[in-house]
């Protein structure tokens, strides 16, 4: 009897341990698949710095500010609602920014430093975690306070978006003033990647096309004509020196330069034999060699970045159209289809797209083909946009729209975020260098 | 008072019973005692004899009787000497004529002598019949009386019989009752107790919900058994209990009988004898009646304790069913939980452009107020700007939400983060 009670009970012990270890294991961790993101942009602010407690002279807060929200991914703060700009971590009020639905938020401040310059200590604060995550500090020359805004822009970004921020790349374009054909001059133009601080580094009555930066960003390859030779020149021009070279000239075609991921290379159009076809110069040896010998017009090439592909355009199907061959010339594969004309591809920097202008029923815009599934995105709204240039790290792509007044645009990628550079007069092919640092 | 009334709520039956009972009791004895009020009055008065008894026919018969038995020595000397000394002073012609007369009112006198003393002798029997009547009819209602008391007697010894009977029965019908009550209650407890157990124990597996029955079953029956034991030893009191009122009520009784014999000795030993009888009997009979009734009681209460059981059956097994709905309930709500804490990190999360193939685990443990203690990428998500949108989008979403039951809390959360998937 006793025994027979004792094992009832051991049985009810068992069954009970058994039970609890069948209820264990749901206790272990909740587990939770996260499969949507919110689309909406980041938002953050970002507070004046000041030195001393005096204004800089530049607004370079304002300036990184500006950066990151013209990438459209971000979505910055007025500063006129801001009701403090701490500047360490100690001093923020967590609940004003966080009842303003700041989720991030950036402070700091400049002092002078040895050299003359300052030296800018900021903070990236999480508002949820009422903590800083990280802090930076740069310095910049007295001069350079505009570069220091897109410096910490640049930093965000990276922080928050795991690319390099493009803020401190410039952009090169041609602008045409005059109305005759005697007043008109052509410029080409250097600029921050914003359009500010723009200088002309080469400027003549006779236009100027094409221009191309070098991968280091030093130099700058861009075709000059001579209206009064009849002839047109491929030329190279050092951004410091100013000194130039001409690499090919002549009459007939010498247009649309590109150069090789190395630098070493420069792939352009030339007419030959009645046709254009495209050849590459090598600047280090001063060679030329034919890469395409079809009867009909090819142009415009794009070296991939890895180098081993060139895209370009030729109207050998009857209508301009993209095409795409091996850095030697070989393996020509036809690649666009869509709309009546596509041309003027540039490659992306991770080799992984290119944009193009396509010419439809809506006129001229932007395009953006995935070359792993050819799948083509418009991501401009016509209907005379030209000349699409990737941004350096891909995540951007600037134009120029040429209908109403003519300007340059900048899109985000995914096509959502546009901002305009402004520009006087006619503002024509822009070109964005490498990402400057 | 209350208490009274709610007693007599309780045994209305009972009640009833002895009210009506002692009604017909009442009855019977009222409509006996004007049954026998005519006898006794009659016991006193002649309006029986004079009314109608006798006939002219009857009284002679009766005279005739009574002459032929017996000689009545008292109708001839007192009325003849009288005349007899009249008719000495008359005269001698007359005398013939006043013998004639004397011997024609002689004879008229013998004649009316004889009329009278037949008369007086009619009169006589019929005085005696009537006597004789009178005797036997007083006999008759003295006997009638006697009865009409022995029938009061055991009608009373009947009535008293039947209120003890009545009253044992009675109690032992609280007492069953209340017996009932508890046990019914005792089982509703326990069954209550049970199924608050039980659902308490809402997860409980089938296996151990059918150990906890058998167990449960095992503990009714232990309960059932110790309920027929305590209900079987009610029985036995409740029976000693009758005894005892019937001894006092046989004792009572026996007390009344001796006060009666005190009165009548003549019928003492015989009543006695009866009484005694008549007592070892209702005795007997209340015995068996008592016994009888704990028989029918036990039977009740095993019928009650049967229906407790089947009701605690059938509890258990709702509750069982109420535990696989809590169950799934349960599922529901933690669906719905883990669907709540999506929600609010997805809203949270903004993913940086341009990354594919997104993938990462990350650890999450969280405080009972949902608050975020600690966040750990557990497998990069594949860039720290990534691994710190990940972050950020948890800790944003502090406190996380609450459970809809403290139970479904888990401190530790794994996200699992796949957009592109």
Redesign the interface.
């Known amino acids: 009897m006793i025994k027979t009670k004792r094992t009832?009970w051991l049985?009810?012990f068992c069954?009970?341990a058994?039970?609890a270890c069948?209820?264990l294991p749901a206790?272990?961790?909740?587990?939770?698949?996260?499969?949507?993101?919110?689309d909406?942009?980041?938002p953050i602010a970002i507070a004046p710095f000041k030195a001393n407690g005096q204004r800089l002279p530049v607004d370079i807060s304002d300036i990184a500010s500006r950066d990151l929200a013209s990438t459209g991914?971000f979505r910055t703060f007025d500063r006129a609602n801001m009701t403090e700009s701490p500047a360490t971590p100690e001093d923020v009020n967590y609940q004003s920014w966080a009842a303003q639905g700041v989720?991030?938020l950036v402070i700091g401040s400049a002092a002078r430093n040895a050299a003359g310059g300052y030296r800018i200590t900021f903070y990236l604060v999480?508002v949820?975690?009422q903590q800083a995550?990280t802090s930076f500090q740069i310095n910049a020359g007295g001069n350079q306070l505009r570069d220091a805004g897109h410096t910490i822009a640049n930093l965000i970004y990276?922080?928050?978006?795991?690319?390099k921020g493009y803020f401190l790349s410039n952009i090169a374009y041609v602008t045409v003033t005059g109305n005759t054909a005697n007043n008109r001059t052509f410029r080409l133009v250097v600029a921050d990647y914003d359009g500010s601080q723009p200088s002309t580094i080469y400027s003549s009555k006779d236009p100027v096309m094409s221009p191309a930066w070098s991968p280091s960003g030093d130099r700058i390859a861009y075709v000059a004509f001579d209206v009064y030779k009849g002839t047109s020149s491929v030329r190279i021009q050092n951004l410091s020196s100013g000194q130039a070279r001409t690499i090919s000239a002549g009459h007939g075609v010498n247009g649309a330069p590109a150069w090789s991921p190395n630098g070493q290379e420069i792939a352009f159009a030339k007419s030959a034999d009645g046709d254009t076809d495209l050849f590459v110069y090598n600047l280090a040896t001063g060679q030329t060699r034919q890469l395409t010998r079809s009867g009909a017009i090819d142009t415009e090439p794009s070296w991939s970045p890895n180098g081993r592909e060139i895209v370009f355009t030729s109207d050998r199907g009857g209508q301009p159209q993209l095409y795409r061959m091996n850095a030697e010339g070989g393996g020509i594969q036809r690649l666009t289809y869509d709309g009546s004309s596509n041309q003027r591809a540039d490659f992306a920097p991770d080799g992984k797209s290119i944009t193009y202008v396509q010419k439809s029923g809506n006129g001229f815009r932007i395009a953006v083909m995935d070359l792993e599934t050819n799948n083509v995105r418009i991501v401009s709204d016509g209907p005379q946009d030209d000349s699409p240039a990737f941004a350096p790290n891909?995540?951007a792509v600037l134009y120029a729209r040429q209908s109403g007044r003519n300007a340059l645009s900048l899109v985000?990628?995914?096509g959502n975020a546009k901002s305009t550079l402004s520009q006087a007069g006619e503002v024509r092919e822009p070109a964005w260098g490498p990402l400057g640092y | 008072m209350l208490d009274l009334l709610e007693k007599i709520g309780e045994h209305w039956r009972a009640v009833l019973l002895a009210v009506l009972v002692h009604g017909a009791l009442a009855a019977g004895l009222l409509f006996s005692l004007d049954f026998l009020q005519p006898a006794s009055r009659g016991n006193q008065g002649e309006s029986i004899v004079e009314a109608s008894v006798m006939s002219s026919e009857d009284i002679d018969a009766m005279a005739a009787q009574n002459n032929a038995e017996s000689t009545p020595p008292t109708s001839q000397p007192e009325p003849s000497t009288p005349p007899a000394s009249a008719p000495t002073e008359a005269a001698k012609q007359q005398q013939a004529k006043r013998e004639q007369a004397e011997a024609e009112a002689q004879r008229a006198e013998r004649q009316a002598q004889a009329e009278a003393a037949k008369r007086e002798r009619a009169e006589q029997a019929a005085a005696d019949k009537a006597r004789a009547q009178e005797k036997a009819q007083a006999e008759a209602k003295r006997e009638a009386a006697e009865k009409a008391r022995q029938k009061r007697q055991a009608e009373a010894k009947q009535e008293r019989e039947a209120e003890a009977r009545q009253e044992a029965k009675a109690e032992q019908e609280k007492a069953r009752a209340a017996k009932e009550k508890a046990a019914k209650e005792k089982a509703q407890a326990e069954a209550q107790e049970k199924a608050k157990a039980e659902q308490a124990e809402a997860?409980?597996?089938k296996?151990?919900a059918a150990?906890a029955a058998e167990?449960k079953a095992k503990a009714q029956k232990q309960a059932q058994a110790k309920r027929q034991a305590a209900a079987e030893a009610a029985a036995q009191k409740e029976k000693e209990q009758a005894e005892k009122a019937a001894r006092e009520k046989a004792e009572a009784e026996r007390k009344a009988r001796e006060q009666a014999e005190a009165k009548a000795k003549a019928q003492a030993e015989a009543k006695a004898k009866a009484k005694a009888e008549a007592a070892a009997k209702a005795k007997a009979e209340a015995q068996a009646k008592a016994k009888a009734e704990a028989e029918a009681a036990r039977r009740a209460r095993e019928e009650a304790a049967r229906k407790a059981a089947a009701q605690s059956q059938l509890e258990k097994a709702m509750a069982e069913e109420s535990a696989g709905r809590q169950a799934a309930a349960d599922q529901r709500a933690l669906a719905g939980?883990?669907q709540a804490?999506?929600n609010k990190?997805?809203?949270?999360?903004?993913?940086?452009?341009?990354?594919t193939d997104v993938t990462c685990k990350v650890?999450v443990k969280q405080l009972p107020g949902g608050q975020v203690a600690n966040v750990r990428v557990v497998s990069s998500c594949g860039?720290?700007?990534?691994d710190?949108?990940?972050e950020?989008?948890i800790?944003?979403s502090?406190p996380l939400p609450s459970p809809p039951s403290g139970n479904l809390f888990?401190s530790?959360?794994?996200?699992?983060?796949?957009?592109d998937?």
Request: hydrophobic residues 40%.
């Open positions: 009832s049985a009810r069954l009970i058994v039970a069948m209820a206790q272990a961790a909740l587990e939770v698949d996260i499969t949507q993101s919110s909406q942009a980041i991914l989720d991030n999480d949820a975690r995550v990276e922080r928050f978006v795991g690319k891909g995540q985000s990628l995914d | 997860k409980a597996e296996e151990r150990e167990a939980y883990i804490i999506r990190v997805e809203a949270n999360w903004i993913r940086p452009p341009g990354a650890h860039g720290p700007a990534l710190r949108s990940v950020q989008a800790y944003k502090d888990q530790d959360i794994e996200f699992t983060f796949r957009p998937s």
